[in-house]
Structure formats: structure tokens, C-alpha cells
């Protein structure tokens, strides 16, 4: 399992790859390049995925994947 606990902020892409459960509890910003999240499991978003105009893509094993309510930037 994997948790996304600190924001991230890069210019290039990001990838996360885990076995498991991911969850996304901290924002990933806009400065972002290319998003790839991929869950063995389930997948949790709780905070904003951004990227500067390059794909996010998400994908999830059989528990699948789910997008709580996230509060808009300021």
C-alpha cells in the first residue's frame, strides 16, 4: 500500500506503481508533467491531480477506483 502524504511538485512527470492500495491524500500541482497512478488495488483520490496540460491517466485493480469530494484551488 502507498499513501501520498506530502504535495508533490515537479516539472517533469510522475509515476506511482504500487502493488496494493494507493491513496492520493495530498495535491499533486499543476507543474506537474504526465500523471500515471497505478493500484494493484484500490485507488483513492482525496486531493487534486493536476498537470500542466499532459495526460493523467489512473488505473485500479478490482477494488477499484474512487474520487471524494476535493476542494477547489485558490
Known amino acids: 500500500d ?3 502524504a506530502s504535495p508533490v511538485v515537479t516539472s517533469g512527470a510522475l ?3 504500487a502493488g496494493g492500495d494507493v491513496t492520493v491524500a495530498a495535491p499533486i500541482t499543476y507543474d506537474t508533467g504526465a500523471v500515471t497512478i ?3 488495488d484500490a485507488l483513492v483520490v482525496d486531493n487534486q491531480v493536476r498537470s500542466n496540460d499532459k495526460p493523467i ?3 485500479a485493480g478490482a477494488g477499484g477506483i474512487t474520487i471524494n469530494t476535493i476542494a477547489s484551488a485558490p
Do not use: E, M, P
Request: zero cysteines.
Open 38 to 40: 497505478t493500484a494493484g
Open 2 to 4: 502507498f499513501t501520498l
Open 15 to 17: 509515476t506511482i506503481d
Open 57 to 59: 491517466t489512473l488505473n
